[in-house]
């Protein structure tokens, strides 16, 4: 895509939010008196404590990385007895990586930002993902999220809308430049846990991507903005990674990749750990990313990605809503995708889905590892200024199948392509759709009507307690 298009397509009111995120300042004062906030959490923990009482200095040039580690070492003392919560208040704090402990709470005061640190000396090195076989970035390591976990229960990272910052500017540069030779830090990853919310955030900047959950189970990600500009390196928002009962909701996503971006593994090492991404379900999401995809289904998947529910989708000035990414090596699956109720303004397709991708970690992957695609269903879509209708693109021998389409009205650009429906290698059915969609995706004369699950997820029903954070005001 052009820049033309790219940045023609960008409101003013979205640059404008974005530039008074990204300059929103904090300062630490003397507190005039104390007070208590209520937040909603999966559970209230019995002992709490502020930054400061590690000796944390909120000016934006201290270092904090070792206040945040000593706290965090003395509240797991308390994970057996009621659990413990840790206060970020108002002020800018500065920190490499550290990581949490469980039955813990990291709270976020509204005037509260964590700063990444610049300096990488902060920033450990961890082992590669043993389901991608190397870094993303280059083969090497890769270092620790700024906020990280592993094999935890019952962790809380939440706030009253207070921020995260990852000053990802300087990664970006190395990135392009060619000068990493390890994979850049996400802003939070938690690994082998269970019972995970992460909700009520600001986050801008990530050096990479910004939320990675990775072979955890019952998460509930609520109350999101990640900002990031269009133009930044991989700056996925939300990428639930070989992870299962997973709910995101009501978040609002502008970035340089794809707003939600489903995984499971990338190739052999993918295939070979074998854990897939299953019953997830999105709702209320709002995205800008005019590079990328609203929600994408891959490319890395070789663990397989089934019963997804996505639902009450927004759209603006980006280049495709649910896009399915695969390729031959990456075996698995992506089946049983439902989609319902997309509101889309200003797209280059409305529907993509490619199987050659590409993308390998090396040569060793297997050519003959082939995904199946099936049962992707997609119902009432509104969409408006569109380039194209879509593009559909199977694996010659391998095509994608089960596809249903129902019930969508696009509206094209004023000089809109010939070619709208542009399908290869694939199967499917379509009911009630305008423009008419290629021959490979037949207009039925019954009424179609694409299914949506009527029963519940397990994380559906889990429920959020009210719980307090006493913190001084300023």
Same mark, same amino acid.
């Given at each position: 895509m052009d820049r033309k298009y790219k940045m023609s397509n960008v409101s003013g009111a979205i640059i404008f939010i974005l530039g008074f995120f990204f300059v929103r300042p904090a300062e630490c004062r003397t507190p005039a008196n104390w007070g208590t906030v209520k937040y909603s959490a999966l559970s209230c923990r019995k002992h709490s404590a502020l930054l400061t009482d590690f000796g944390a200095v909120g000016d934006g040039k201290t270092s904090n990385t070792k206040a945040f580690k000593a706290a965090i070492d003395h509240l797991s003392q308390s994970a057996s007895d009621g659990g413990a919560q840790l206060i970020v208040p108002p002020g800018k704090w500065l920190t490499g990586s550290f990581n949490l402990t469980s039955h813990f709470t990291l709270f976020l005061h509204k005037d509260a930002v964590i700063l990444a640190t610049q300096d990488e000396s902060e920033w450990p090195l961890v082992p590669v993902l043993p389901s991608y076989g190397r870094g993303r970035d280059a083969p090497g390591g890769r270092f620790s999220s700024l906020i990280f976990g592993t094999n935890l229960t019952d962790i809380v990272i939440t706030g009253n809308n207070g921020t995260i910052d990852g000053q990802g500017t300087s990664w970006w540069k190395k990135y392009k430049a060619g000068q990493l030779n390890e994979t850049r830090p996400y802003m939070i990853e938690i690994m082998y846990s269970n019972q995970i919310q992460i909700s009520n955030l600001t986050l801008v900047n990530s050096p990479s991507w910004f939320v990675h959950p990775i072979y955890s189970s019952n998460i509930t990600i609520q109350g999101l903005t990640i900002l990031a500009p269009i133009d930044s390196p991989n700056t996925d928002g939300i990428d639930p990674d070989?992870?299962?009962?997973?709910?995101?909701?009501?978040?609002?996503?502008?970035?340089?990749? !794809?707003?939600?971006?489903?995984?499971?593994?990338?190739?052999? $090492?993918?295939?070979?750990?074998?854990?897939?991404? *299953?019953?997830?379900?999105?709702?209320?999401?709002?995205? /800008?990313?005019?590079?990328?995809?609203?929600?994408?289904?891959?490319? *890395?998947?070789?663990?397989?990605? &089934?019963?997804? &529910?996505?639902?009450?989708?927004?759209?603006?000035?980006?280049?495709?809503?649910? &896009?399915?990414?695969?390729?031959?090596?990456?075996?698995?699956?992506?089946? !049983?995708?439902?989609?319902?109720?997309?509101?889309?303004?200003?797209?280059? $397709?409305?529907?993509?889905?490619?199987?050659?991708?590409?993308?390998?970690?090396?040569?060793?992957?297997?050519?003959?590892?082939?995904?199946?695609?099936?049962?992707?269903?997609?119902?009432?879509? *509104?969409?408006?200024?569109?380039?194209?209708?879509?593009?559909?693109?199977?694996?010659?021998?391998?095509?994608?199948?089960?596809?249903? /389409?129902?019930n969508v009205t696009i509206t094209l650009i004023e000089k809109p392509k010939k070619l709208q429906w542009?399908?290869?290698?694939?199967?499917?059915?379509?009911?009630?759709?305008?423009?008419?969609?290629?021959?490979?995706?037949?207009?039925k004369k019954e009424v179609v009507d694409c299914p949506f699950p009527e029963d519940r997820l397990a994380i559906e029903d889990v429920k959020l307690v009210t719980c307090s954070a006493s913190l001084p005001f300023f």
């Open positions: 070989s992870c299962s009962q997973t709910r995101i909701e009501d978040c609002f996503i502008v970035s340089g990749d !794809d707003c939600i971006a489903v995984k499971s593994g990338w190739d052999q $090492y993918g295939i070979k750990v074998g854990i897939p991404t *299953e019953h997830l379900v999105i709702r209320r999401l709002t995205c /800008i990313s005019p590079d990328s995809a609203t929600i994408a289904l891959g490319s *890395e998947m070789s663990g397989g990605i &089934r019963d997804v &529910r996505a639902e009450d989708i927004t759209a603006l000035s980006t280049q495709s809503s649910v &896009r399915i990414k695969t390729a031959q090596g990456r075996g698995a699956y992506v089946k !049983d995708i439902f989609v319902r109720r997309m509101t889309l303004k200003t797209m280059k $397709y409305v529907f993509w889905m490619t199987g050659s991708y590409g993308s390998h970690p090396d040569p060793s992957f297997d050519p003959k590892a082939l995904p199946l695609i099936q049962n992707i269903n997609y119902k009432q879509v *509104e969409a408006e200024n569109v380039t194209y209708s879509a593009r559909l693109e199977g694996i010659p021998n391998d095509p994608f199948k089960g596809i249903c /389409i129902s542009n399908c290869t290698n694939i199967a499917g059915v379509t009911g009630n759709v305008t423009p008419k969609a290629c021959d490979l995706l037949p207009e």
